[in-house]
């Protein structure tokens, strides 16, 4: 039940701290501060290579999980888009691991890969909230993110549960193949560990009023990209996609470095561009596509911490000096989508022309 909330997809933004929690537990090794997953003994020790293979939300965690999994281990990850890695040859690595990552785990072209992986005799791992769903009969091992069920048809809770998941799977890596930086993994669970309650914090103090400034700014302009470098790309195009399910609004996102490379075209005034800023690393180059957007009369809606911001970002986030702002940013950034389509007075849990699960090609 919806409880006080207006929408399941409200519901399930606030549950996000309880879908990290559940998806940690049991997890971390008590005492020694170490990620186990037991659920992938039968699978090995560490690959040679890690190929994700998603749709939509999941593939964007995927891309998060490649960016989480090589920076604390040598371990090369590519990240496909399940209906097109299953109708090509499999020119990967002897020994490597497809990893499909599904919500529902009966997402028909996320099988399919599978199935293409496993028959040309790859090591496939399933990472689904659904216990019993199809992909964990088809895969060698499962990883089960533990987001509680999903109602709203946009995810949100699932997709949490998943950048969980794929974190702990990139500490679970790093300590299988020897530490480049022992010290950064040892901090990183540290965040980790945190996360829930800092995003349930953050939660409970959102600004819904200035949330409601930045959806108006959504629904009146023409057209909206999200823009994002390193962590914030992958958040960047999950942003765009829950814009344009729940609001029909068009909207793309794309890797700031590639706006000069075309998009940057469409930037005039009435088109709005959205950026996340939580990866520390890139963010001053992230500042610069900000510049080039704002000189070309282009209007910037910025979601930033302290550390990633020279200049008052439009919604401020906590201080962070880790992974961990990607959890404030996607609270956000699914927010600004769930107020525009409240706004709009869209049917927020049923968009148009979308199922909850994607059962056929
Ligand atoms: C986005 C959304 C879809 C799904 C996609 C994959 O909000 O819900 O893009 O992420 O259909 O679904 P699963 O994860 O069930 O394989």
Not at 16 to 42: F, K, N, Q, Y
Not at 64 to 84: F, M, Y
Not at 122 to 130: E, G, I, K, R
Not at 283 to 301: C, D, F, L, Y
């Amino acid at each position: 039940e919806k409880g006080h909330y207006r929408h399941f997809m409200e519901k399930e933004i606030f549950e996000g701290p309880r879908a990290i929690m559940d998806t940690l537990e049991g997890r971390i090794a008590p005492g020694h501060g170490r990620v186990m997953l037991s659920e992938l003994t039968r699978l090995g020790p560490s690959p040679p290579e890690i190929v994700f293979v998603a749709c939509g939300t999941s593939y964007h965690a995927s891309l998060l999980g490649r960016q989480l999994i090589e920076s604390l281990s040598d371990i090369p990850v590519r990240v496909e888009i399940a209906s097109e890695f299953r109708y090509r040859p499999l020119r990967i690595r002897k020994g490597a691991w497809v990893v499909g990552v599904t919500q529902s785990g009966e997402t028909a072209d996320t099988l399919g890969a599978l199935d293409h992986a496993r028959r040309e005799g790859y090591l496939t791992l399933a990472v689904t909230n659904v216990p019993g769903s199809s992909i964990t009969r088809e895969a060698e091992a499962t990883l089960l993110t533990r987001a509680g069920p999903e109602i709203g048809v946009a995810s949100t809770k699932a997709f949490v549960a998943q950048m969980t998941a794929v974190w702990l799977l990139a500490l679970h890596l790093a300590r299988r193949t020897g530490l480049r930086e022992e010290e950064g993994s040892r901090r990183s669970l540290e965040l980790l560990l945190r996360a829930p309650a800092r995003l349930e914090g953050f939660l409970g103090a959102i600004d819904l009023a200035a949330i409601d400034r930045l959806a108006e700014k959504v629904a009146s302009s023409r057209f909206v990209i999200f823009i994002g470098r390193g962590l914030d790309y992958p958040l960047a195009i999950e942003g765009a996609l829950k814009l344009k399910e729940i609001t029909y609004r068009p909207a793309d996102g794309y890797p700031g470095g590639e706006l000069k490379h075309g998009p940057i075209a469409l930037i005039e005034p009435g088109v709005l561009v959205v950026a996340p800023l939580v990866d520390l690393d890139l963010a001053a180059k992230e500042w610069s596509n900000i510049r080039e957007v704002e000189a070309r009369g282009g209007t910037v809606v910025t979601i930033a911490s302290p550390e990633s911001s020279p200049v008052a970002p439009s919604y401020p986030l906590p201080p962070t000096d880790g992974w961990e702002g990607m959890f404030f940013a996607t609270a956000v950034l699914q927010l600004l989508s769930y107020r525009t389509a409240v706004l709009m007075g869209n049917d927020v849990d049923q968009p148009r022309n979308l199922a909850k699960s994607v059962t056929v090609e």
